[in-house]
Structures are given as structure tokens and as C-alpha cells.
């Protein structure tokens, strides 16, 4: 399965958009790229994925480079309540697999 | 849609004791994961079940944790005897698809203090 990585932390004020990238150079040609994030004392907590095209929900935006090897997620105005680290991942739809987390990015939103 | 529940949410052992967590899953979820999260690291799977069948258990360490996930719903995670390096969060998730091409559901998780 293909590994991700990630910076290890980032900052972001409150209310500008939030850009977390994600590099993921081994990923195959059926393996989706999802995110999830996890809030302090909390269970990690899905956001997005994605294959190829870019994809949009009411909590983010999923941009993935044409020959998907990395991404970004977007959170367009970021608050307070979005501190939290947030874990890319990739993974197929067949077999046995192995969902793999790594440490994530610890993003600090402030005032 | 009720969430994953997953009991106690705390627990404080000393080494050598044993612990049981227990996990239910979102009905109707053919996938179940036990996960160890070590304060600052992310989540390492422990196992995996398929309804209740083991997908991969090649992180889990045999000689003292056990899990079975009974009639294919909820399942229970054990620490016989618990090591200070046991102390984490054990976190439980399904997912619906029986293919793993869905998106995982976590519990709160069960915070393990061994003294």
C-alpha cells in the first residue's frame, strides 16, 4: 500500500483558508486518497477522498494533482474548532486492506 | 444513526492485571478495527475483522492481547498481562464495505493507564 507524508505541523489564522498537502508518490491507480482528522481526546473523524477529480463537501475541499501523486486538502475558512491533526491516508477497494495512519499534520488554528 | 460505542472510556490497571475493552460497531458494518494510539503517534492497527473472520492480525502481540468479534457484530479486545507500554488509547472503527473501499467510523476510544 502506498505511504504517505506529511509536514508535521502548520499554523493558520482564523477565517483564511487552510492548505494541508499531502505527498503520496507510490499511490496505484486504484487506491483513493481519504482524509480524516482527529480532535484532541476524540476518534479520528472522516473528512474526504478521493480518486482522480477534485471533490468538495460542506467540510472541505479535496484537490489531487494530475498524476496524483500528492494532494491538498482546503478548508476554505478555517476556525478555531479545526485545530486538530489531520491524517491523509491512501487505500484501495479490494482484498485485504490495510487501512495505515501516520502521525498526521497538527494544524494550530489562532486568532 | 448511532455511532461506534466503545466501554470503559478509562481505565487504570497495574501491570501485570489484566483489561477488556469492548467495541460496538455501526449496524450493519461488515469491517472491524482495533487500533492503538500511543500519545503523539497516530493510530496502529492492532486487527482487522471481516464479519467475523480475521483479516490481518500481524500487529497485534499474541502473547498478550486477544480479540474476537463475536457473531460477526461486537467485538472485545484483551490485555493479559498489561505491560506500562500498553498505556494508550485503543480506538475501535467499521467501515461499511466489506472491500475496505469505504470510509472508516470511529469510537471515542478506551484511554488504558498501566501503572
Known sequence: DAKTTQPTSMDCAEGRAANLPCNHSTISGNEYVYWYRQI???????????????????????????DRKSSTLILPHATLRDTAVYYCIVRGTGGSYIPTFGRGTSLIVHP | ??????????????????????????????????????????????????????????????????????????????????????????????????????????GEGSRLTVL
Open chain 1, 40 to 66: 484532541h481526546s476524540q476518534g479520528p473523524q472522516y473528512i474526504i477522498h478521493g480518486l482522480k477529480n477534485n471533490e468538495t463537501n460542506e467540510m472541505a475541499s479535496l484537490i489531487i494533482t494530475e
Open chain 2, 1 to 106: 444513526e448511532a455511532g461506534v460505542a466503545q466501554s470503559p472510556r478509562y481505565k487504570i490497571i497495574e501491570k501485570r492485571q489484566s483489561v477488556a475493552f469492548w467495541c460496538n460497531p455501526i449496524s450493519g458494518h461488515a469491517t472491524l478495527y482495533w487500533y492503538q494510539q500511543i500519545l503523539g503517534q497516530g493510530p496502529k492497527l492492532l486487527i482487522q475483522f471481516q464479519n467475523n473472520g480475521v483479516v490481518d492480525d500481524s500487529q497485534l502481540p499474541k502473547d498478550r492481547f486477544s480479540a474476537e468479534r463475536l457473531k460477526g457484530v461486537d467485538s472485545t479486545l484483551k490485555i493479559q498481562p498489561a505491560k506500562l507500554e500498553d498505556s494508550a488509547v485503543y480506538l475501535c472503527a467499521s467501515s461499511l464495505d466489506e472491500t475496505g473501499g469505504r470510509e472508516l467510523f470511529f
